[in-house]
């Protein structure tokens, strides 16, 4: 992804946002020293580009249904933008995270080379993005030479600009989160064996103690900086997490250690000029959202959002932005921070072999099936239970009942004959049943509705308006008996009820793209909507326009066959 460069400071980008943004311009200059940054990044409105990230993954275990979560928020978001804008330039990254103690220690277990391991790992997860149609552009290896260089570049420049300095760390360290934790986040638990262990009070995970010689980063210097930042109320959604981050942020601050010795961890990136070090995986991992942007050269920066789960939010809420700073660079515009799928209450994880496998719920539900499920019963302020059963039920009831009904109602050749979306009769429309005037009230507001919904992450809110109306077209449809109209001499009613109905079709069509792109460019093609007038704004042709010339222009049909099959229970 190349755009042309345009150079100009960050600062006019901070300037254009709100005080709090451009008091945070004034504290990024005093940070890096008064110095300017050395990257040459360009600014541009939110109207003119896109850039959003997933978090990388890490490739100690294969893909589940939590994993893709975060892909696909990113993901419908990323389709939403396009549509919104069309011909906005945009930069959807995701990728893996390779390296670290937990990858080293999963491919000794595994019996292979780190690099083979890691190959193989990183690429499921690329299969199942392609499967499910994640249409990343830009996906990124952390063991990639282009990130090893702005690593590298990076770590330097945090020490040139004295944020690193030589210390002891003791504390505890969780393998399994790649974290260092106070004592108030460790806890003590009872094995079955009686045995007592020492975990990690949030995931749960085993922690040991490290006590060793490592760079440290100075974290403490930046709580004023942090709260600046976090003091825009729009900065991290849902509001709850903004809420914990403000509360972690006004808590001890302590510094962190970015490198271990190279002895203990070797399956990472060198300190720069010192050998005997490898840098913190968290830093090395942070970096890939620079690293896809660019850096060190020119580049696009700072993101719009940033997905991420509720787990890792003190590393994208805390440690990223002022490491950011630190650097002298911009942190990111928004942080959406989902939280997550459970199986019976408890989180899914490798370790719990709790894991929902994405891949045979494609093959059980299509790919669009299982995007549908997720983003509809997926909420980003609260944990999800997945269970099959509502899976099923809702699909069958949604995609299979609801949507595929209304389309065959009004594409089959015994009401259709001629295949086409017939005009709409101005008369029939001034004088509507009122399940039709209903419908029509709620085709008109439905592209704000969702607009605003999809915007805010919210997509399960998108998706209820949105079904919301196909309901109301399927009871509209009822009312009017189109059947019973058919064998009239004078085919104006019949004709007006399926355009108005196909209006309901082709709004559900092109509003759906985000969430279900293979089924919404059926639905499309098979209401004969050309590519030309599948974007956002489309929408508001039908009824939306008080103009009535769109709504009596007859448009032909495109070829169809069945939308979405019903699925056994
Ligand atoms: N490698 C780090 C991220 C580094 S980003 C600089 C990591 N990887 S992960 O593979 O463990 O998690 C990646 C994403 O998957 C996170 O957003 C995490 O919240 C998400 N999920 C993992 N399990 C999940 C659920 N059970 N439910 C929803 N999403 C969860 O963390």
């Given amino acids: 992804m190349s755009f042309t460069l345009n150079f100009s400071s960050v600062r006019s980008c901070v300037n254009r946002r709100k005080n709090v943004s451009r008091s945070f311009g004034l504290v990024k200059r005093r940070l890096s020293g008064g110095k300017s940054s050395d990257v040459k990044t360009r600014s541009e409105t939110s109207a003119g580009k896109y850039f959003v990230t997933t978090p990388i993954f890490y490739v100690n275990a294969e893909p589940h249904i939590g994993h893709l979560h975060s892909a696909l928020l990113a993901d419908a978001s990323h389709r939403f933008q396009k549509l ?103 806890r003590e638990v009872q094995l079955q064996s009686g045995e007592k262990k020492l975990v990690s009070a949030e995931s749960g995970h085993p ?80 970096v890939n959202y620079l690293t896809v942007a660019g850096y060190p050269d020119q580049m696009v920066w700072p993101p719009d959002v940033q997905v991420l789960g509720k787990d890792i939010l003190r590393f994208h809420g805390i440690y990223w932005p002022a490491l950011l700073m630190a650097a002298g660079l911009d942190p990111p515009n928004k942080l959406l921070c989902h939280s997550h799928w459970t199986i019976e209450g408890e989180k899914m994880s490798k370790s719990k072999g709790n894991v929902v496998c994405p891949k045979d719920r494609v093959e059980r539900y299509t790919s669009d099936g299982l995007r549908y499920f997720l983003l509809r019963e997926g909420t980003p302020h609260s944990d999800s239970s997945w269970s099959d059963t509502r899976a099923v039920r809702l699909l069958n009831a949604e995609l299979a009942d609801s949507l595929g009904n209304l389309l065959n109602r009004c594409t089959a050749q015994s009401l259709n004959p001629h295949q086409q979306r017939p005009p709409l009769c101005p008369q029939y429309k001034g004088n509507m049943p009122l399940a039709g005037q209903k419908l029509v009230e709620q085709l008109i507001i439905l592209p704000d509705l969702v607009e605003k919904h999809y915007t805010n992450f919210n997509f399960y809110r998108g998706i209820d308006v949105i079904m919301a109306a196909v309901r109301q077209a399927n009871l509209f449809v009822q009312e009017e008996r189109p059947w019973e109209l058919k064998n009239q001499t004078d085919r104006t009613k019949l004709d007006s009820v399926l355009r ?66 019903k699925i056994k229970e």
């Fill in 84 to 186: 919104r804008s069309p011909g906005i330039k945009t930069i959807f990254s995701t990728g893996t995270d390779e390296h670290g103690l937990k990858i080293q220690q999963s491919s000794v277990a595994s019996g292979c080379d780190p690099m083979v391991f890691c190959n193989q790992v990183s690429q499921k997860f690329r299969t199942l993005f392609d499967l499910v149609d994640i249409g990343y552009t830009e996906y990124v290896r952390t063991v990639e030479d282009r990130h090893n260089t702005a690593v590298g570049h990076f770590f330097k420049k945090l020490k040139d600009n004295g944020h690193i300095y030589r210390g002891n760390y003791s504390g505890w360290y969780c393998v399994s989160d790649e974290a260092y934790l106070t004592e108030l986040q460790v």
């Fill in 500 to 565: 108005v109905a196909l209006e309901a079709v082709r709004t559900a069509g092109i509003a759906l793209q985000p969430i279900i792109p293979k089924l919404a460019s059926h639905l499309l093609d098979a209401t004969g909507v050309p590519d030309h007038q599948r974007c956002w704004n489309s929408m508001r042709e039908g009824f939306y326009n008080t103009n009535q010339g769109e709504l009596s222009t007859p448009y032909k049909l495109g070829s169809r066959t069945k939308l979405f099959g």
């Fill in 207 to 286: 922690v040991e103690w490290n006590s060793e010689d490592n760079y440290m980063f100075k974290l403490s210097s930046f709580r004023q900086d942090l709260q600046y930042w976090l003091k825009d109320d729009q900065r991290v959604q849902p509001e709850r997490y903004l809420q914990e981050l403000r509360g972690w942020v006004s808590e001890d601050l302590h510094d962190l250690s970015v490198s271990r010795p190279n002895k203990r961890v070797s399956w990472g990136i060198l300190v720069p000029e010192d050998s005997q070090h490898t840098i913190y995986v968290w830093v090395d991992a942070l």
